[in-house]
């Protein structure tokens, strides 16, 4: 399980040795640290991110993890940060609560949907879809 202080150092780390690495994170939410993860990649400069619908999933190498971050709750968070993700959150909650789902299942947000973020000229951050260039 990493911290945000894990994340920021080994992301600076791999960008001082492959400056041109495209990279992408990917989190569960072990003890709640996903989201707080997430801002630290930003932080250190990452683009891309993955959530999963609900926050599901587990981890075949770590018995008992938790789900993945939660795409709902990632682009909650980035939209009231003043991002721009490019997804209709309220889209995506309508396709979380559809008919059929099993919410039981539900550890808290949305959808499986990977993302890119980058900074504007202003300086607030915004994101865009993944299969988006950063600009």
Same mark, same amino acid.
């Given at each position: 399980?990493? @911290?945000?202080r894990q994340v920021e150092a080994?992301?600076?780390?791999?960008?001082?040795?492959?400056?041109?690495?495209?990279?992408?994170?990917?989190?569960? @939410?072990?003890?709640?640290?996903?989201?707080? @993860?997430?801002?630290?990649?930003?932080?250190?400069?990452?683009?891309?991110y993955e959530g999963c619908l609900?926050?599901?999933?587990?981890?075949?190498?770590?018995?008992?993890?938790?789900? @993945?971050?939660?795409?709902?709750?990632?682009?909650?968070?980035?939209?009231?940060?003043?991002?721009?993700?490019?997804?209709?959150?309220?889209?995506?909650?309508?396709?979380?609560?559809?008919p059929g789902r099993d919410r039981?299942?539900?550890?808290?947000?949305?959808?499986?949907?990977?993302?890119?973020?980058?900074?504007?000229?202003?300086?607030?951050?915004?994101?865009?879809?993944?299969?988006?260039?950063?600009?």
């Amino acid at each position: 399980m990493a @911290n945000p202080r894990q994340v920021e150092a080994l992301v600076k780390r791999v960008r001082e040795r492959w400056p041109d690495l495209e990279l992408a994170l990917h989190f569960h @939410n072990t003890r709640g640290m996903g989201l707080a @993860n997430v801002l630290a990649g930003l932080a250190a400069g990452v683009t891309r991110y993955e959530g999963c619908l609900g926050g599901l999933g587990g981890c075949p190498f770590a018995p008992g993890a938790t789900g @993945n971050i939660c795409t709902e709750d990632l682009v909650h968070m980035l939209h009231c940060m003043g991002y721009d993700t490019g997804v209709d959150l309220d889209l995506l909650a309508r396709d979380v609560a559809a008919p059929g789902r099993d919410r039981r299942t539900r550890a808290s947000g949305t959808g499986r949907q990977g993302g890119q973020v980058d900074r504007p000229a202003s300086g607030a951050a915004r994101s865009s879809r993944a299969s988006r260039p950063v600009r």
